[in-house]
Protein backbone atom coordinates (compact mmCIF):
# COMPACT_ATOMS: atom_id res chain seq x y z
CA UNK A 1 0.00 0.00 0.00
CA UNK A 2 0.92 3.52 -0.44
CA UNK A 3 2.44 5.98 1.96
CA UNK A 4 3.58 9.11 3.02
CA UNK A 5 5.27 10.51 5.91
CA UNK A 6 5.96 14.18 6.38
CA UNK A 7 7.65 13.90 9.95
CA UNK A 8 8.00 17.31 11.35
CA UNK A 9 4.58 18.78 12.14
CA UNK A 10 6.04 22.57 11.94
CA UNK A 11 9.52 24.03 10.52
CA UNK A 12 10.66 27.32 11.24
CA UNK A 13 13.47 29.52 9.89
CA UNK A 14 14.51 33.01 9.53
CA UNK A 15 14.16 34.84 6.53
CA UNK A 16 16.83 34.31 4.29
CA UNK A 17 18.36 31.35 5.87
CA UNK A 18 17.43 27.71 3.61
CA UNK A 19 15.04 25.71 4.20
CA UNK A 20 13.58 22.05 3.74
CA UNK A 21 10.67 20.34 4.35
CA UNK A 22 10.64 16.03 4.62
CA UNK A 23 8.86 13.49 3.36
CA UNK A 24 9.29 9.82 3.11
CA UNK A 25 7.14 7.35 0.97
CA UNK A 26 6.38 4.21 -0.01
CA UNK A 27 4.86 2.42 -2.91
CA UNK A 28 5.17 -0.61 -4.56
CA UNK A 29 6.29 0.40 -7.93
CA UNK A 30 7.90 3.76 -9.27
CA UNK A 31 6.84 6.90 -8.14
CA UNK A 32 5.15 10.13 -9.07
CA UNK A 33 5.78 12.18 -6.22
CA UNK A 34 4.54 16.20 -5.63
CA UNK A 35 4.38 18.96 -3.59
CA UNK A 36 1.97 21.38 -2.64
CA UNK A 37 1.25 24.47 -0.80
CA UNK A 38 -1.45 25.85 0.98
CA UNK A 39 -2.50 29.12 2.20
CA UNK A 40 -5.26 30.45 4.77
CA UNK A 41 -8.68 29.82 3.13
CA UNK A 42 -7.31 28.86 0.03
CA UNK A 43 -7.17 25.10 -2.02
CA UNK A 44 -4.11 23.68 -2.74
CA UNK A 45 -1.52 25.03 -5.01
CA UNK A 46 0.66 22.67 -7.35
CA UNK A 47 4.65 23.25 -6.71
CA UNK A 48 6.44 20.85 -8.43
CA UNK A 49 6.75 16.90 -9.13
CA UNK A 50 8.92 14.43 -9.74
CA UNK A 51 8.22 11.69 -13.03
CA UNK A 52 11.20 10.56 -13.98
CA UNK A 53 14.81 11.66 -14.46
CA UNK A 54 16.97 14.42 -12.78
CA UNK A 55 16.62 13.30 -9.47
CA UNK A 56 16.53 17.49 -8.35
CA UNK A 57 13.41 18.85 -9.67
CA UNK A 58 13.02 22.77 -9.86
CA UNK A 59 9.07 24.54 -9.51
CA UNK A 60 7.42 27.36 -8.88
CA UNK A 61 8.68 30.30 -6.54
CA UNK A 62 12.63 29.08 -6.41
CA UNK A 63 11.38 25.89 -4.66
CA UNK A 64 13.60 22.53 -5.45
CA UNK A 65 13.19 18.82 -4.08
CA UNK A 66 15.66 16.43 -4.46
CA UNK A 67 14.10 12.74 -5.16
CA UNK A 68 16.65 9.90 -3.14
CA UNK A 69 15.55 6.34 -4.31
CA UNK A 70 17.45 4.69 -1.96
CA UNK A 71 16.38 6.05 1.25
CA UNK A 72 12.51 6.84 -0.33
CA UNK A 73 12.28 10.38 0.22
CA UNK A 74 11.54 13.71 -1.25
CA UNK A 75 12.51 16.76 0.41
CA UNK A 76 11.53 20.49 -0.69
CA UNK A 77 13.60 22.93 -0.52
CA UNK A 78 14.84 26.29 -0.84
CA UNK A 79 17.85 28.62 -0.91
CA UNK A 80 16.38 31.63 0.82
CA UNK A 81 13.57 31.58 2.85
CA UNK A 82 10.54 34.62 2.29
CA UNK A 83 8.02 35.51 5.13
CA UNK A 84 5.64 35.21 2.35
CA UNK A 85 6.37 31.20 2.23
CA UNK A 86 4.81 30.56 5.39
CA UNK A 87 2.09 28.14 4.81
CA UNK A 88 1.17 24.49 4.99
CA UNK A 89 3.17 22.51 2.66
CA UNK A 90 1.51 18.78 1.45
CA UNK A 91 3.73 15.72 -0.42
CA UNK A 92 2.30 13.67 -2.09
CA UNK A 93 2.35 9.96 -3.56
CA UNK A 94 1.19 8.20 -7.03
CA UNK A 95 1.92 4.90 -7.51
CA UNK A 96 2.83 5.08 -11.46
CA UNK A 97 2.17 1.09 -12.04
CA UNK A 98 -1.00 1.08 -13.01
CA UNK A 99 -3.36 2.86 -9.65
CA UNK A 100 -4.42 6.41 -9.82
CA UNK A 101 -5.02 6.83 -6.41
CA UNK A 102 -3.12 9.76 -5.04
CA UNK A 103 -1.91 9.47 -1.70
CA UNK A 104 -1.42 13.27 0.51
CA UNK A 105 0.92 13.62 4.07
CA UNK A 106 -0.14 15.44 6.60
CA UNK A 107 1.09 18.86 5.80
CA UNK A 108 4.08 20.75 7.38
CA UNK A 109 3.34 24.27 8.83
CA UNK A 110 6.40 26.27 7.38
CA UNK A 111 7.12 29.66 9.99
CA UNK A 112 9.29 31.81 8.22
CA UNK A 113 10.42 34.97 10.96
CA UNK A 114 11.49 38.47 9.70
CA UNK B 1 -7.36 30.05 -17.99
CA UNK B 2 -9.81 29.99 -15.42
CA UNK B 3 -9.25 27.83 -12.20
CA UNK B 4 -11.74 25.24 -10.56
CA UNK B 5 -14.05 27.12 -9.92
CA UNK B 6 -16.35 25.62 -6.34
CA UNK B 7 -19.65 26.78 -4.82
CA UNK B 8 -20.74 27.83 -2.12
CA UNK B 9 -17.39 28.92 -0.20
CA UNK B 10 -18.75 28.38 3.60
CA UNK B 11 -22.00 26.95 4.42
CA UNK B 12 -23.62 26.43 7.96
CA UNK B 13 -26.40 23.78 8.38
CA UNK B 14 -28.09 22.09 11.17
CA UNK B 15 -27.32 18.46 11.75
CA UNK B 16 -29.63 15.70 9.80
CA UNK B 17 -30.11 18.15 7.13
CA UNK B 18 -28.93 17.91 3.34
CA UNK B 19 -26.00 19.73 2.00
CA UNK B 20 -24.96 19.97 -1.35
CA UNK B 21 -21.48 21.75 -3.53
CA UNK B 22 -20.45 21.92 -6.80
CA UNK B 23 -17.38 21.88 -9.16
CA UNK B 24 -16.70 23.18 -12.20
CA UNK B 25 -13.34 21.96 -13.40
CA UNK B 26 -10.58 23.33 -15.63
CA UNK B 27 -11.88 23.27 -18.92
CA UNK B 28 -10.88 20.24 -20.88
CA UNK B 29 -9.71 18.17 -17.35
CA UNK B 30 -11.47 15.08 -17.85
CA UNK B 31 -11.21 13.58 -14.17
CA UNK B 32 -12.42 15.22 -11.10
CA UNK B 33 -12.05 14.61 -7.85
CA UNK B 34 -13.75 15.00 -4.69
CA UNK B 35 -11.89 15.04 -1.33
CA UNK B 36 -12.26 15.65 2.50
CA UNK B 37 -9.76 17.96 4.27
CA UNK B 38 -9.89 17.38 8.52
CA UNK B 39 -8.72 20.12 10.25
CA UNK B 40 -4.81 20.14 9.92
CA UNK B 41 -4.92 17.25 8.03
CA UNK B 42 -4.36 16.42 4.12
CA UNK B 43 -6.69 15.50 1.95
CA UNK B 44 -8.29 12.42 1.58
CA UNK B 45 -9.93 11.17 -1.60
CA UNK B 46 -13.79 10.45 -1.38
CA UNK B 47 -14.43 9.80 -5.14
CA UNK B 48 -12.73 10.54 -8.82
CA UNK B 49 -14.46 10.42 -12.17
CA UNK B 50 -13.02 9.85 -15.19
CA UNK B 51 -15.46 11.88 -17.31
CA UNK B 52 -19.22 10.85 -16.73
CA UNK B 53 -17.81 7.58 -14.71
CA UNK B 54 -17.18 7.34 -11.02
CA UNK B 55 -14.01 4.89 -11.10
CA UNK B 56 -13.30 5.03 -7.41
CA UNK B 57 -15.88 5.78 -5.07
CA UNK B 58 -14.63 2.93 -2.31
CA UNK B 59 -13.85 6.12 0.25
CA UNK B 60 -17.14 7.41 -0.30
CA UNK B 61 -19.38 6.98 2.60
CA UNK B 62 -22.76 5.88 0.29
CA UNK B 63 -25.17 5.81 3.49
CA UNK B 64 -25.08 9.52 3.16
CA UNK B 65 -23.07 10.82 0.29
CA UNK B 66 -23.63 10.86 -3.19
CA UNK B 67 -22.01 12.49 -6.01
CA UNK B 68 -22.73 13.26 -9.86
CA UNK B 69 -21.35 14.17 -12.61
CA UNK B 70 -23.27 14.93 -15.65
CA UNK B 71 -22.23 15.59 -19.07
CA UNK B 72 -18.88 14.85 -17.65
CA UNK B 73 -18.12 18.31 -16.66
CA UNK B 74 -19.88 19.80 -13.64
CA UNK B 75 -19.61 18.11 -10.46
CA UNK B 76 -22.24 17.65 -6.96
CA UNK B 77 -21.60 16.25 -4.01
CA UNK B 78 -24.10 15.51 -1.74
CA UNK B 79 -24.69 14.51 1.83
CA UNK B 80 -27.83 13.84 3.02
CA UNK B 81 -28.43 13.83 6.02
CA UNK B 82 -25.62 15.38 8.02
CA UNK B 83 -24.08 14.79 10.82
CA UNK B 84 -21.92 16.73 13.25
CA UNK B 85 -18.45 14.91 12.18
CA UNK B 86 -18.83 15.86 8.48
CA UNK B 87 -17.93 19.64 9.40
CA UNK B 88 -14.38 19.68 7.27
CA UNK B 89 -13.76 21.15 4.11
CA UNK B 90 -14.70 20.02 0.68
CA UNK B 91 -11.99 20.16 -1.77
CA UNK B 92 -12.57 19.56 -5.69
CA UNK B 93 -9.71 19.07 -8.29
CA UNK B 94 -9.06 18.35 -11.37
CA UNK B 95 -7.06 16.80 -13.73
CA UNK B 96 -5.63 15.90 -17.38
CA UNK B 97 -5.05 12.20 -16.73
CA UNK B 98 -4.16 12.05 -20.64
CA UNK B 99 -1.06 13.80 -20.13
CA UNK B 100 -0.16 10.69 -18.04
CA UNK B 101 1.33 12.99 -14.68
CA UNK B 102 -1.92 13.59 -13.16
CA UNK B 103 -1.02 17.00 -11.72
CA UNK B 104 -3.97 17.66 -9.80
CA UNK B 105 -5.48 21.35 -9.78
CA UNK B 106 -7.16 22.71 -6.70
CA UNK B 107 -10.32 24.86 -6.44
CA UNK B 108 -10.47 26.91 -2.72
CA UNK B 109 -12.71 24.10 -1.37
CA UNK B 110 -16.15 24.13 0.67
CA UNK B 111 -15.98 24.57 4.59
CA UNK B 112 -19.57 23.00 6.12
CA UNK B 113 -19.53 23.66 9.51
CA UNK B 114 -22.70 21.17 10.85
CA UNK B 115 -24.05 22.25 14.51
Known amino acids: AQSVAQPEDQVNVAEGNPLTVKCTYS??????LFWYVQYPNRGLQFLLK??????LVKGSYGFEAEFNKSQTSFHLKKPSALVSDSALYFC????????????FGAGTRLFVKA | EAGVVQSPRYKIIEKKQPVAFWCNPI?????LYWYLQNLGQGPELLIR????????DSQLPKDRFSAERLKGVDSTLKIQPAELGDSAVYLC?????????????FGPGTRLTVL
Open chain 1, 27 to 32: VSGNPY
Open chain 2, 49 to 56: YENEEAVD
Open chain 2, 27 to 31: SGHNT
Open chain 2, 93 to 105: ASSNLAGGTDTQY
Open chain 1, 50 to 55: YITGDN
Open chain 1, 92 to 103: AVRDNTGGFKTI
